[in-house]
């Protein structure tokens, strides 16, 4: 592990700033009673805070982000989020749930950007994030390892991801192997979203451990879909990884856009029916287990759909349509609560997605449970 200093984001002026102009709803109470979502949402141009809704869609809690967040890394331990900006990201903020309050704001070192996706140790004690290390001659995926005991928040060292694209980042059900989805592209900073290296790609799903940073598992897909970038993953019940892709070959093609690893680390993808595949647009945007690990939600924002797998057979259930919903969080049955840009918030389970709230705020792409 390499040892690399860090320092403080100044986000104390604009905090300040948007507290003058902006409502704000009561800090969390009771969260012990019932689950709570969290999710990065746009309040207006430029405007854009963390925000706690219950499962009737009401406001629990809120707070100014100084920009666009993506997603929340949950510590029950602690009762604290940390919320990554949106690749290329400079920031995230440690915020405890119970007040609505920023514990701390961390930053890549020079020459990094966050990937906008972060897990904690099962402890608490540690926080790892994906980050793009951009200064050499070629990008390559990193883990930034933080120091979360204390209130300092620095990054002690890094692991390599063996990959460019580090995106989506899990914690195995053992606690210590950390499960990270390389999407592949390469990206720099001084290009803003552009990717460099299509013709290039080589997408990869890795096993590392956490303690030492040894590459123990490397999964890739056939070469004839290297362009099939794995970004975002969840475990099913029995300890398998799903992952979801993002086409970048010719918009025509109809690729598998989800699959699952098994304890062999072989990956095998799934089918679409044939009249589905086309809702997808070739992108998907969230994957999310249910709370017994029966049932895979994949959410595509670009095609308006919330997709439903079965987690055991890997058979296609339900498709349901949601314009630009990609927030998707389990309930405390085997449903889900999606979110869309659109502000709306919606149940989905058997077949059916019912609405439970229209918001003014506009979801952004990823929602969290928090019990």
């Not at 009673?33 to 854009?48: A, D, K, L, M």
């Not at 606690?175 to 990717?195: F, M, S, W």
């Not at 989905?348 to 019990?371: S, T, Y």
């Amino acid at each position: 592990m390499r040892s690399t200093a860090t320092e403080r984001f100044p986000f104390g002026a604009l905090a300040d700033a948007l507290r003058a102009i902006l409502p704000f709803a009561r800090p969390l109470g009771g969260a012990e009673e019932r689950p709570v979502f969290v999710s990065s949402v746009r309040v207006g141009p430029r405007q854009h805070m963390l925000m706690l809704i219950d499962e009737r869609g009401g406001v629990v809690g809120r707070m100014p982000l100084a920009g666009r967040g993506h997603d929340i890394a949950v510590d029950p331990a602690r009762r604290r989020v940390a919320v990554f900006a949106r690749r290329p990201g400079y920031f995230a903020v440690i915020v405890d749930v119970a007040s609505m309050t920023p514990l701390a704001t961390i930053t890549p070192p020079e020459g990094h950007h966050f990937f906008g996706h972060g897990i904690f140790s099962t402890d608490g004690r540690l926080l790892y994030a994906t980050e793009n290390n951009f200064d050499g001659e070629r990008s390559r995926g990193v883990i930034g390892v933080y120091d979360a005991s204390g209130t300092d928040y620095q990054r002690i060292g890094e692991f390599e991801t063996h990959g460019v694209d580090a995106h989506e980042i899990l914690l195995a059900p053992d606690g210590r192997t950390l499960v990270i989805a390389n999407g592949g592209i390469e990206t720099h900073p001084d290009y803003g979203r552009q990717k460099l290296n299509l013709a290039e790609m080589r997408p990869s799903i890795v096993r590392i451990d956490s303690e030492t940073g040894d590459l123990l598992e490397e999964t890739v897909l056939d070469p004839a879909l290297n362009r099939l970038s794995m970004r975002h993953m969840t475990f099913d019940g029995a300890g398998n990884v799903w992952f979801g892709c993002q086409w970048e070959g010719a918009r025509s093609e109809r690729p598998p856009l989800v699959g699952r690893i098994g304890r062999d680390g072989a990956a095998r993808l799934m089918s679409f029916p044939d009249a589905i595949a086309p809702l997808a647009r070739n992108y998907i945007g969230s994957v999310v287990a249910s709370r017994d690990g029966s049932t895979i939600a994949t959410s595509s924002p670009i095609g308006g759909q919330v997709f439903f797998w079965d987690a055991a057979s890997g058979d296609f259930r339900d498709a349901l349509a949601l314009p630009d919903g990609c927030g998707v969080a389990p309930t405390e049955d085997a449903a889900f609560l999606a979110t869309a840009g659109d502000g709306r918030v919606m149940r989905a389970g058997d077949g059916r997605l019912d609405p439970v709230a229209r918001r003014h705020e506009q979801f952004d792409n990823h929602l969290r449970r928090i019990d």
